[in-house]
T-cell receptor, first 109, second 114 residues
Framework: KQEVTQIPAALSVPEGENLVLNCSFT??????LQWFRQDPGKGLTSLLL?????REQTSGRLNASLDKSSGRSTLYIAASQPGDSATYLC????????FGAGTRLTVKP | DTEVTQTPKHLVMGMTNKKSLKCEQH?????MYWYKQKAKKPPELMFV???????INESVPSRFSPECPNSSLLNLHLHALQPEDSALYLC?????????????FGSGTRLTVV
């Protein structure tokens, strides 16, 4: 069964901290792993897409890594800001896309 | 154009009403998707269209009826919904189905059934 798990479910940090969000998937035969941001009541904004052949992707203060053999991906956020507060979802792409339950991040000023 | 546009943004409908949700993209993507998301839950796949043909129906009740009139447009027709169908409905597209391309999501339609 293709399941995606995200830990922690919620995270609260002071502004300026570096943080790591974790994502694990049970079936390593993924096409890609995509990280999304979702603000309350809004749609999903794609942050980073890692192809199955890649190890990591970077965009600004965000860095995502992928280890297919262990079924894990991490999203690293550097120098967190209050504007980063949102729910972060990871999704593993098979024949369809399987989402984790998300990590709700709060960055306090 | 790199967006998926969904209309309306908000919809309130009675249980006897008929309404439609609309999704549009002009990125040349040939796979389009409908997802349903309840509060504080991940999105759940409802339907997949590939090259304007229904590819996947995740055992969705018949009160939800999808339609893909052309490669840029995806509709979701709603009829005789229940209050528990209230949710955020998300549309997404990708260049092809089931490949190593990422998905682009719209901003969603917040549906309330009264």
């Amino acid at each position: 069964k293709q399941e995606v798990t995200q830990i922690p479910a919620a995270l609260s940090v002071p502004e300026g901290e570096n943080l790591v969000l974790n994502c694990s998937f049970t079936d390593s035969a993924i096409y890609n792993l995509q990280w999304f941001r979702q603000d309350p009541g809004k749609g999903l904004t794609s942050l980073l897409l890692i192809q199955s052949s890649q190890r990591e992707q970077t965009s600004g203060r965000l860095n995502a890594s992928l280890d297919k053999s262990s079924g894990r991906s991490t999203l690293y956020i550097a120098a967190s800001q209050p504007g980063d507060s949102a729910t972060y979802l990871c999704a593993a792409s098979y024949n369809d896309m399987r989402f984790g339950a998300g990590t709700r991040l709060t960055v306090k000023p | 154009d790199t967006e998926v546009t969904q209309t309306p943004k908000h919809l309130v409908m009675g249980m006897t009403n008929k309404k439609s949700l609309k999704c549009e993209q002009h990125m040349g993507h040939r796979a389009m998707y409908w997802y349903k998301q309840k509060a504080k839950k991940p999105p759940e796949l409802m339907f997949v269209y590939s090259y304007e043909k229904l590819s996947i129906n995740e055992s969705v009740p018949s009160r939800f009826s999808p339609e893909c009139p052309n490669s840029s447009l995806l509709n979701l027709h709603l009829h005789a919904l229940q209050p528990e169908d209230s949710a955020l409905y998300l549309c997404a597209s990708s260049p092809r189905e089931g490949t190593n391309y990422g998905y682009t999501f719209g901003s969603g339609t917040r549906l309330t059934v009264v």
